[in-house]
């Protein structure tokens, strides 16, 4: 007969267990989700997100983030049923555990560096995946999808490529607003890639109206 312990670690990797609270060491910079779901901040900035554990993927330098390379990078190491992810749900990509955290941002930028560090996972040389849902109250035509990064990134909005941001950058409020994507009255769901070699990593993300004010009147919830 297999021991229990066996048992417990078979479950979790096939995302069978509770999700986890999150750990002491995340406390500075994120929180357990907590209720069903959560407003954008009072400027508009989503704080609720499914984060994946990060993705080694070693750089020594920031500076070769060219559009190629980061789109090549993101297709390689891009996990299956994205769209599907848990909270608390443990993936194998490449032979490697990977646990989903569902969690609040303390901050309107999402300190994902933190989140590395807080979850024991590498800092440097690194992927992130990103995944939330906005339900809009009605049809919002005029919405446009506003990112800042460190280091490079690229968003998808309900499947669609909505924003992206090379090179070595730092990250800056608003530093690429898209053009008008629109948010669908219902589930819209929004993922992002985050990619660093050395130094810090964090993002933020809102959606802003026709004329840059933040759209608040939405609710966010990890799937």
Not at 44 to 49: D, N
């Amino acid at each position: 007969m297999r021991k229990l312990p066996a048992l417990i670690a078979a479950a979790a990797l096939l995302g069978a267990a509770s999700p986890p609270a999150a750990s002491p060491a995340l406390a500075p910079w994120f929180a357990p989700a907590a209720g069903a779901s959560a407003a954008p901040d009072e400027d508009g900035f989503i704080r609720r997100w499914l984060l994946l554990e990060p993705i080694a993927k070693p750089n020594r330098t920031n500076q070769l983030f060219t559009s190629a390379y980061v789109r090549e990078a993101f297709a390689a190491d891009r996990p299956a049923a994205l769209e599907q992810a848990r909270a608390g749900q443990m993936i194998r990509h490449k032979g490697t555990p990977l646990r989903w955290h569902a969690l609040d941002s303390a901050l309107w930028d999402v300190k994902l560096f933190g989140f590395a560090q807080g979850t024991g996972k590498p800092t440097y040389g690194v992927i992130f995946w990103a995944v939330t849902v906005i339900d809009a109250p009605r049809d919002m035509p005029e919405a446009h999808l506003a990112v800042g990064s460190n280091s490079a990134s690229q968003w998808w909005l309900n499947g669609q490529e909505t924003a992206a941001l090379f090179g070595d950058r730092r990250m800056v409020m608003d530093d690429v607003i898209s053009p008008a994507v629109g948010l669908r009255k219902g589930r819209n769901v929004l993922v992002g890639a985050v990619i660093n070699g050395p130094g810090l990593s964090d993002f933020c993300v809102r959606f802003v109206g026709a004329k840059g004010q933040p759209i608040r009147d939405l609710l966010v919830r990890v799937p």
